[in-house]
């Protein structure tokens, strides 16, 4: 690397340029080996130590993530999705119960904030 950074820019010539397209190339190559690696090693730690706390039946976080508690979801009621504090909307015919499901369900798909 230390050829790479001359201290004399003014002399920098196409040939050295080449020289340090062809280095960065290689090095490119040789990080992305590198991350492929960590990556594998990652994994197969993250797999051991699940099983290993299964095997010894300390079923940690890493154990209840194969085994996750169940979350229920949205159901059809007869209230509007509020925020917190304010004071709960009821729907009182069917129209409205169909409207505030819809706006649960909503509430629950979207990727942002539901109110």
């Known amino acids: 690397m230390c050829a790479l950074c001359p201290d004399n820019h003014k002399d920098t010539t196409q ?7 062809k280095a960065t190339r290689h ?22 130590a699940k099983n290993h706390s299964i095997r010894i039946g300390k079923y940690g976080t890493l154990a209840r993530m194969t085994n ?5 979801g949205p159901v059809a009621g007869s209230f509007y999705p509020t925020k917190p504090g304010e004071p709960i909307r009821r729907a009182t015919n069917d129209h409205e119960r169909k409207e505030a499901s819809i706006l649960t369900h ?10």
């Open 68 to 72: 996750p508690q169940t979350r229920s």
């Open 15 to 21: 040939k050295d340029i080449d020289k340090w397209y």
């Open 27 to 48: 090095a490119k190559k040789h990080i992305k080996v590198l991350m492929k690696t960590i990556y594998h090693i990652q994994r197969d730690e993250w797999k051991n």
């Open 106 to 115: 909503e509430a629950w798909t979207r990727n942002h904030s539901p109110l």
